[in-house]
């Protein structure tokens, strides 16, 4: 097995190089519009396939499971991808289907944005925190740095969520540090745009009877 790469933010690990690695982050923030068009459109979106919106989800979460399976199989790596991500799920696959867990799973309460207080937060974060950390640790701030800067605006979206959104304001507390947490780990058999979403996730599940 290929040994993955200590650092795996720096650009040169991405297919495409320095550009492959800015449309990789380019995706990785575009991905922040998804709560927003589920919560605001996705009766109609869904509407057209005659499903509902949860229905919709699960389809697109399975789309992406077996186009992943297909990409593994034949080892396609595309621009932005690491070449390591050739022979393992790639976080493209690991932040689409942890998105989709989270608007399947993520309580939902009131209507339009409203019913977004925890889906919003929870895959903005991702969205924002995970690439900016990257950039704080490729200017070789450490992981320390990283972290600090990434508590920062994890919780300005969960207070700004809770500000906009209704979402309670002890689970804007408590939910914020764990994107960051999901950060942490380097382990190889996942990758952190999965863990960055399920560890806020399984904790909003478990306590959310109490917020």
């Given at each position: 097995m290929n040994e993955i790469p200590v650092d795996i933010d720096h650009a040169e690990h991405s297919v495409g190089g320095s550009g492959g690695h800015w449309f990789r982050r380019f995706t990785h923030?575009?991905?922040?519009?998804?709560?927003?068009?589920?919560?605001?459109?996705?009766d109609t979106i869904a509407g057209t396939l005659s499903m509902t919106p949860r229905e919709f989800v699960i389809a697109v979460g399975v789309f992406f499971v077996v186009l992943e399976a297909i990409r593994l199989?034949?080892?396609?790596?595309?621009?932005?991808?690491?070449?390591?991500?050739?022979k393992q799920i790639s976080a493209l696959a690991w932040g689409a289907i942890a998105v989709c867990l989270t608007l399947i799973l993520a309580p939902q309460e009131g209507d339009g944005l409203d019913a977004g207080m925890y889906?919003?937060?929870i895959i903005c974060g991702l969205t924002f925190?995970?690439?900016?950390?990257?950039?704080?640790?490729?200017?070789?701030?450490?992981?320390?740095?990283?972290?600090?800067?990434?508590?920062?605006?994890s919780f300005t979206i969960w207070m700004a969520s809770a500000a906009l959104f209704s979402t309670p304001f002890i689970a804007a507390l408590l939910l914020a540090p764990l994107t960051v947490a999901g950060e942490v780990p380097r382990v190889h058999w996942i990758d952190d745009n999965a863990t960055m979403i399920l560890f806020p996730l399984i904790a909003l599940l478990l306590l959310h009877p109490f917020f």
């Open positions: 923030v575009s991905m922040c519009v998804i709560p927003f068009a589920y919560h605001l459109w996705g199989k034949f080892g396609i790596i595309i621009v932005g991808q690491r070449e390591y991500e050739a889906t919003i937060p925190v995970d690439p900016i950390m990257g950039e704080v640790k490729r200017a070789k701030f450490g992981m320390r740095g990283a972290v600090i800067v990434g508590l920062a605006v």
